[in-house]
């Protein structure tokens, strides 16, 4: 697992790449709530992401709360194909990112 970061106008970019499962998910929660505490909101791309469990998913949704209780954007972007299965799997593209890209894919 590898968290990638840039930062532009205020907002942090991550790339998320590798497992985003049980195993990685207490290090990457704390990536992306130290960005979003630092920063005036986070973009998470999740092309890079091979794997993704419940856990992941509640990291995201985590994430999402926490941007809104800080009054910070939180986006998800560029969703694999491991995250789309789980997201179909729990009937939750609503979310994480626009339902008509979530479902157009390949």
Not at 6 to 27: K, M, N, P, S, V
Not at 51 to 71: I, N, P, S
Not at 80 to 95: F, H, K, P, R, T
């Amino acid at each position: 697992m590898h968290i990638g970061a840039r930062h532009e106008d205020g907002t942090c970019r991550l790339r998320i790449d590798g497992e985003f499962t049980i195993y990685t998910a207490l290090q990457i929660r704390d990536g992306l709530l130290e960005r979003l505490a630092a920063t005036g909101g986070v973009e998470v791309d999740l092309g890079g992401v091979t794997e993704m469990d419940t856990a992941g998913v509640q990291l995201l949704l985590a994430t999402k709360r926490e941007g809104a209780r800080l009054g910070k954007s939180v986006r998800y972007v560029s969703h694999s194909q491991a995250v789309l299965e789980v997201i179909d799997l729990y009937n939750m593209a609503a979310q994480f990112g626009d339902p008509l890209l979530i479902s157009a894919r390949p």
